[in-house]
């Protein structure tokens, strides 16, 4: 477990060359480096010590020792040289091991400072080679910063995410363990202590278990004896060299190979087996198999596909396709895997796609967990999912469990700050049932699915929402398929479309992206159709193909005497009225049940995704008698006259101070301080816990007119409290962005306690003797923030516009009267906004009624 004092080192390290080395890859590589050299002259140093002879810094290379380096004596310049010459012909030096010497081949200082050469090493001296697992994970923390290779399509898993797939596929001491696409080697380094854990003395199962089922937590922190790990005592000698031999990776990036080896050798593998190899173009490897493989194969193929060899049983050029081939086609007969994909793996229709899923339903799948779509953030928003592969199972089972897994103990912003909800412990529970005994239990979010019914249309689709959401609840009504309810459910026609008036107005998604039908929105045409295309009143319109966010959106049609085309790219549901009230059914449409299964359909291209209206008629919708919709429609529409009501007020008020003309005008600097914030380290930010709440321009996104600010959970790391406490500043700071297009928002804040805010924000400190906070606030939102900002690419502000600018300032009686009105018109329109919430929830509790949960 990463302790706080080595992660500060590491950070450190980063801070002193981030001026010289802006890219974090380079980061890493000049820390690797720099950590190697140490830890060499530190063996040579311990085996001086125990009577051995030194290895590495021998002979020629003894002048490149540690200790020379670091030499009192040694100036600046002379330091350069010699540490920029040693790296440089390190890979020449027979007395080190060869997965040294790949370390340091190609290696280079790109830089020329002494200055920050001295300060690195300087850091780098803290470190010692007394603990090879601890640093193990230091450099799993050092390589998180790598995130995104993001044209390749790689991602780094998420550590919990490794730990989650490890503990589902149970890799034992004597079966070969392969990750083809290896990355850092995590899913490896996990896997291996796994299996320490398993095999050792401190090592209570049930115990252990009901920990991770509590928490969650990653296995090294499960340690019952030893705080820190599992030690593998039980492990002979024997073992641990069969162990060695079977944990084993590739990858196509020579640099993420030498990345996996130092991880691997500071995790105690002395000979990692991890080696340069194209999985997916390179047939040398084919006939290897392997008991376990773990992996988060690249999602993007390069532009014109991969070339693969011809020995895919699934002919394609897509990698997430070929890379599950490959996972699948090397396990032996008892092998098993867990997989990330990406969705188009799950439900997209091409052919390739097709046909992995089949051979992988018929021959190896055992169970889909569907990951929240935010896992791979800050990097990627990408929706994922992880396929459970047992190819003895897969023979044994008719049916696939199917698990939804909506919160992984992380939020899914762009930090990914720890929450309470975490569903991992109970998938790992369910998953594990299902596998060892065939159990399912009855709980939301988990189906097991006959393969045969998988298979009955053809698509093997493997979304979650297709099973889990309609099997979750039952109605207490007559469920029936929308095919039995509307009188047609079609696509629209492609008719030519214009801006222009003409004679019939046409339908598109943008006509009803707000849930409503606008129809300013629509386009025009001059084609004549047949008048069955023509939208009557009572027609539901329900987007088919657009972006994830916007499929399923519907809108009812309620308009007379408009001639309005229906349009290519929505689906036209009509209702047959005598069954079914249209308002019922746009009610029930909005739903997020029904949203879900909808979407459940979905066909992925690359920017959009569509559905079948051949899929869309199976899906069944609750029907009560015409007498409960009509109670149910008129007690929704009493309660949206009440939101309608309430969301004017809000939406209109806008707090405002009259300005009397006999007030003096005063310049900001003269009643304030005006004040912009610092460029903290990005490591240094998103701390929890700590004194000062740290602020960027995304915290001032509130909703509505709420006015005042704090991020408790936001924080900046660092050790030197007087130091950050110099760069605070004190409640009652009124807070806005200065750079970009963020002024263009108008945002403006107010600090409820003392905090610091970054270096895209400024803000101005009133004076306590003459200027109250509230009053400047109000009187600045009716200011346009653009005044302040320059003409410049992107504008931005200067201090000194800010300090110029003049204000109104009455005296302090005449400012907290009038901020006293402005809080008593704000309360009543917080009333408002509250009542808005409570007759929005009653809307959703009057469409549930019609659904009753499935005991």
């Known amino acids: 477990m990463l302790d706080t004092e080595t992660k500060r080192r590491i950070d450190t390290c980063r801070d002193i060359l981030v001026g010289k080395v802006p890219d974090p890859k380079s980061q890493v590589e000049q820390i690797t480096i720099a950590l190697i050299y140490k830890f060499m002259d530190d063996m040579d140093a311990e085996a001086e010590e125990l009577g051995g002879e030194r290895n590495f810094f021998t002979g020629e290379f003894a002048r490149y020792g540690w200790s020379k380096l670091m030499a009192p004596g040694l100036g600046g ?73 993001g044209e390749a399509g790689q991602f780094r898993t998420p550590r919990h995410i490794i730990d989650f797939m490890v503990e589902i596929t149970d890799p034992k001491k004597d079966e070969t363990i392969l990750d083809p696409a290896c990355g850092t080697a995590g899913f490896l380094i996990s896997a291996y202590k796994h299996i320490l854990k398993h ?38 000698p024997d073992d641990r060299k069969r162990i060695a031999t079977n944990i084993g990776g590739y990858d196509i990036s020579p640099d993420m190979v030498r990345l996996s080896l130092v991880n691997m050798y500071l995790h105690g593998f002395i000979d990692p087996h991890i080696e340069e190899y194209d999985t997916l173009t390179s047939d040398e490897k084919w006939p290897e198999l392997a008991d376990v493989i773990l992996a988060n194969p690249p999602f993007m193929s390069p532009k014109g596909g991969i070339r693969p060899h011809n020995r895919f049983a699934v002919q394609s050029k897509r990698s997430e396709v070929l890379f ?121 979010n988990v189906l097991a699915v006959n393969r045969q019914r998988i298979g009955e249309n053809g698509e093997w689709n493997l979304s979650v929402d297709r099973y889990v959401a309609n099997d979750a609840a039952v109605s207490q009504y007559k469920l029936v398929g929308l095919a039995d309810v509307f009188l047609e459910i079609r696509n629209g026609i492609n008719v030519h479309q214009s801006d222009e008036i003409g004679k019939y107005r046409v339908t598109r998604i943008q006509t009803i992206s707000d849930g409503t039908v606008d129809l300013a929105k629509t386009k025009w045409t001059d084609d004549e159709v047949d008048a069955s295309r023509f939208m009557r009143r009572g027609d539901i319109l329900l987007s088919h193909i657009n972006s994830y966010d916007h499929l399923a959106k519907t809108a009812l049609y309620d308009l007379e005497d408009e001639d309005v085309i229906h349009g290519i790219n929505l689906i036209r549901l009509r209702p047959d009225q005598e069954l079914l009230i249209p308002k019922f059914a746009a009610y029930l449409f909005k739903q997020l049940l029904f949203v879900d299964k909808v979407r459940s359909f979905a066909q992925r291209a ?24 009509k109670e149910i429609v008129a007690e929704i529409e009493g309660y949206q006259k009440i939101i309608d009501g309430a969301r004017q007020v809000v939406e209109n008020y806008q707090p405002r101070i009259p300005i009397h003309p006999d007030w003096p005008m005063v310049a900001i600097k003269e009643v304030a301080q005006v004040e912009s914030g610092f460029g903290f380290p990005l490591v240094h930010q998103g701390a929890k816990d700590k004194p000062y709440p740290f602020l960027k321009v995304s915290d001032m996104n509130l909703p509505g007119n709420e006015t005042r600010i704090t991020v408790e959970n936001n924080t900046v790391d660092s050790d030197d409290l007087a130091a950050l406490k110099a760069r605070t500043f004190p409640a009652g700071t009124v807070i806005f962005p200065k750079i970009g297009a963020a002024i263009a928002t108008n945002k403006k804040r107010v600090l409820t306690k003392e905090s610091t805010f970054d270096n895209n924000v400024m803000g101005i400190v009133p004076n306590p003797d003459s200027l109250i906070p509230e009053f400047l606030y109000t009187w600045l939102l009716n200011f346009d923030l653009s005044r302040w900002a320059s003409d410049a690419q992107p504008p931005s502000m200067r201090k000194t516009t800010v300090e110029a600018h003049s204000i109104p300032v009455p005296d302090i009686d005449t400012q907290k009267r009038l901020v006293d009105e402005v809080e008593a018109e704000q309360r009543l329109v917080d009333a408002n906004n509250e009542l808005i919430h409570l007759f929005e929830e009653k809307i959703k509790q009057a469409i549930n009624r019609v659904w009753v949960e499935a005991e």
């Open 77 to 149: 310049h002379e330091m350069l040289s010699l540490y920029a010459e040693a790296i440089q012909r390190m890979n020449e030096n027979p007395g080190i091991p060869a997965l040294f010497r790949d370390i340091f081949k190609n290696a280079f200082l790109p830089y020329r400072d002494p200055e920050t050469l001295r300060s690195f090493l300087k850091e780098i001296n803290t470190f010692t080679y007394d603990h090879s697992e601890r640093l193990g994970d230091a450099f799993e923390y050092l390589l998180s910063v790598l995130g995104s290779q």
């Open 324 to 444: 599950v081939d490959y996972i699948a086609e090397h396990l032996t007969p008892n092998g098993r895997a867990a997989v990330v994909v990406p969705e188009g793996i799950i439900f997209q229709s091409q052919t390739a796609y097709r046909q992995l899923r089949e051979i992988l339903v018929k021959n190896y799948l055992v169970a889909v967990i569907s990951l929240p779509a935010g896992v791979f953030n800050p990097y990627s928003g990408v929706k994922t999912s992880i396929l459970v592969l047992d190819k003895r199972l897969a023979k044994q089972r008719d049916e696939v469990l199917f698990v939804k897994v909506e919160n992984d103990g992380f939020n899914l912003g762009a930090q990914r700050r720890p929450i309470d909800k975490n569903d991992l412990p109970g998938a790992v529970r369910t998953v594990k049932a299902f596998l060892q005994q065939g159990e399912v239990a009855e709980q939301k």
């Open 199 to 236: 095999n050792s003395t401190g090592y209570q199962e049930q115990q252990d278990h009901e920990a991770y089922d509590e928490k969650g937590v990653p296995v090294e922190e499960l340690a019952l004896d030893n705080p820190l790990r599992y030690s593998g005592d039980q492990l002979a």
């Open 606 to 629: 690359v920017n959009q995704a569509s559905i079948k209206v051949t899929d869309l008629k199976t899906i069944q919708i609750p029907l009560p008698p015409l007498e409960v919709q």
